[in-house]
């Protein structure tokens, strides 16, 4: 709980995360949402990458056994993946949305062999489509996924149920409870706008509309 809250004080310090639910912000999906996140902002702060990427490479540790490889899921969890590969001394790949459209075509990026042991590793972890698309495109090419670790996630049932639907361990840094309870205690919103943002996640996709 601890480094979750310190995790969502450092998101909400840095900017990588605003919550507006007054002016929710819309996302590429049409889904009106009260929190906007983007978690590439904590790399332009040493201390919070530095924090974010220890925390990682710890949590990694206790419920990871000895991972081969670190895999990052383009593009927003790349270079936190390469502080975690480096802190670990670990070989580093990273996964494409999709494979690219000349020379070799590839979907992953680096070098890894079959039945490797893989970490990868998510900035957000929102509906879960395209971090799982990740585990997929790692499996197809004969590793052995231990489990995804990401800084943040929604919490949202559809992600959780993919997950396990996948049968692929994820931990988070911090997630959305966490961040509510900490943006009230610090004044950060008001309990009127917590509750607004409690009702976003128990249904986002019709939420303001």
């Not at 840095?14 to 790399?43: M, Q, V």
């Not at 996964?95 to 039945?115: D, Q, T, Y």
């Not at 990401?150 to 966490?178: E, H, R, V, W």
């Not at 943006?183 to 943002?197: D, F, H, M």
């Amino acid at each position: 709980m601890e480094i979750g809250k310190k995790i969502a004080h450092f998101l909400l310090q840095s900017k990588s995360i605003k919550l507006e639910p007054a002016n929710p912000f819309i996302w590429a999906s049409g889904w009106h949402s009260p929190i906007y996140c983007d978690n590439r902002k904590t790399l332009s702060f040493p201390e919070i990458r530095k924090y974010i990427c220890d925390s990682f490479t710890d949590e990694i540790v206790k419920n990871f056994p000895q991972p081969d490889v670190i895999a990052g899921v383009a593009t927003g969890a790349i270079a936190h993946g390469v502080l975690v590969a480096e802190k670990m001394s670990l070989p580093f790949i990273y996964v494409r949305s999709s494979s690219k459209a000349h020379g070799m075509e590839n979907l992953i990026e680096g070098v890894v062999e079959p039945g490797q042991k893989v970490i990868v590793i998510e900035d957000l972890i929102s509906t879960g489509g395209s971090s799982l698309k990740a585990v997929s495109a790692l499996r197809d090419a004969g590793c052995e996924v231990l489990g995804m670790a990401a800084i943040f996630s929604y919490g949202f049932p559809q992600a959780i149920k993919s997950f396990k639907d996948m049968d692929c361990k994820l931990i988070t840094l911090s997630n959305y409870s966490i961040l509510l309870m900490l943006a009230l205690e610090s004044g950060y919103i008001s309990q009127k706008e917590a509750n607004l943002l409690a009702e976003w996640r128990t249904d986002p996709e019709n939420w303001n509309k």
